[in-house]
């Protein structure tokens, strides 16, 4: 009986270790961008760090870099992400005194108390006749950390998804756009790599949902349901929401340039609660109650993607606090400009985002359609002519085969060692 408990009790130890050892959490951060309107009316850096803390996130990306909230974050948990404006971009790669300028003044004053972890040289949408401009910039900013001792700040830069993928249908076809990718993507990639930095990028996704209106909304906040999928031909792999659609793009991309294994940080991901068109009518999509659907639905969600096989190392949601974007025609923000939270239900502490759930990733197998296909096709039921339950039902399946094969594996090594412990003994008696 002790035997058999002991046999049982290491073969559940090697199915949780293999089971846990692929999961971990995802750090989720905010971002804080400060309001148009005059800075009388903006909160005070105090008030941010105290409401980021409360709420629980363990990062902040401040895309117009403000020193007082950078000073009001010393000595806490909360790492900070300082984005460098994109009108900097021409003085920066023309000059490292402008860097150590910038340093002097957003970074030097407050480092090491205050946790800067990144600095983002350029935010979001890059103009293409500056795009070639941001890799020396970034080497300038980087020398210019070496030169203040500083070595552990990494640089880098937030690219826009519209901006440098192709496209999400499907998400195994997609790459960087050229000539960008080529031009100003891959030194970028490799600078990154050889500094162990990271790529940010900014996904957009309520704007992508507007571009692709065949995509229906529930699948875009992740309100489908099992009967909302979208299933991609080239690998077999079926998508319930546009996160994950949407991030494998950019892991596909990576993947083509050769490096499938750089480091991923989402850089924005929102959903706004009010929007006017540019007809001046109002978007029934961006409502409070979407916004709060698709921010709960993410956090709780955060997990290890299909394409890749380890979890993203950040996400920041839009925004902290409301502001208007885009000339006053969108409303982001988790609280309002008084500071109340606008989604109380929604726990945004990380250890919300820490409950990942494994993906078991099929096999690639590259498949052409025999028919043609359609965007709208896709979110029709048609991929593959499988319904949702057949699908269930093949994931189930091959969910039991891997556990089955490993507890397979976890007795084989476990009766290997017995014998050997046996003859090992027996050896010194003999």
Avoid at 41 to 57: D, H, K, M, N, R
Avoid at 66 to 85: C, H, K, Y
Avoid at 211 to 220: A, E, K, N, T, V
Avoid at 255 to 264: A, C, H, N, Q, R
Wanted: aromatic share 10%; charged share 15%.
């Amino acid at each position: 009986m002790d035997t058999l408990l002991l046999k049982l009790s290491f073969h559940a130890f090697c199915f949780l270790f293999l089971l846990t050892a692929t999961t971990s959490a995802t750090i989720l951060g905010v971002t804080y961008t400060s309001p148009l309107t005059p800075p009388s009316s903006s909160a005070a850096p105090e008030a941010i760090a105290y409401a980021v803390s409360t709420l629980g996130f363990r990062a902040l990306r401040l895309s117009h870099p403000d020193p007082g909230i950078i000073r009001a974050l010393a000595f806490t948990n909360v790492s900070l992400l300082i984005s460098i404006e994109n009108e900097l971009l021409i003085p920066l790669a023309s000059s490292r005194s402008v860097a150590d300028d910038w340093l002097r003044v957003h970074v030097l004053p407050f480092y090491p108390r205050s946790t800067i972890a990144v600095i983002s040289v350029g935010d979001g949408t890059v103009p293409i006749l500056q795009s070639e401009l941001l890799l020396p910039a970034i080497r300038n900013v980087d020398l210019a950390l070496q030169d203040f001792g500083i070595k552990d700040i990494s640089v880098t830069a937030t690219l826009s998804f519209l901006d440098v993928v192709t496209g999400i249908i499907p998400p195994s076809l997609a790459t960087f756009r050229e000539p960008m990718g080529e031009q100003v993507i891959r030194p970028l990639l490799q600078f990154l790599e050889d500094h162990s930095s990271v790529l940010l990028v900014d996904l957009s996704p309520y704007k992508v949902s507007r571009m692709y209106s065949q995509i229906p909304l529930g699948f875009s906040l992740f309100q489908g349901g099992e009967q909302s999928f979208y299933r991609d031909f080239s690998t077999g792999l079926t998508y319930h929401n546009m996160f994950d659609l949407m991030v494998d793009a950019v892991a596909n991309s990576l993947e083509i340039f050769g490096y499938e294994d750089m480091p991923l940080v989402v850089a924005a991901a929102g959903w706004p609660s009010s929007a006017v068109g540019e007809d001046g009518s109002a978007d029934p999509d961006a409502t409070r109650a979407n916004a709060e659907a698709y921010l709960s639905s993410l956090v709780a969600h955060l997990k290890v993607t299909p394409e890749r096989n380890q979890v993203m190392k950040q996400v920041y949601l839009e925004h902290l606090i409301d502001a208007e974007t885009e000339q006053g025609t969108q409303i982001w923000g988790i609280l309002d400009r008084n500071l109340s939270n606008k989604y109380p239900r929604t726990d945004f502490s990380s250890s919300a985002a820490a409950s990942i759930q494994g993906m078991t990733k099929t096999p690639k197998k590259r498949m052409i359609p025999r028919d043609p296909v359609t965007v709208s096709d896709y979110f029709q039921g048609r991929p593959a002519n499988w319904t949702w339950m057949a699908i269930w039902v093949y994931d189930s399946l091959l969910v039991v085969a891997i556990i089955c094969v490993l507890f397979f594996v976890s007795a084989v090594l476990f009766l290997g060692l017995e014998v050997g412990i046996v003859v090992a003994i027996r050896g010194l008696f003999n």
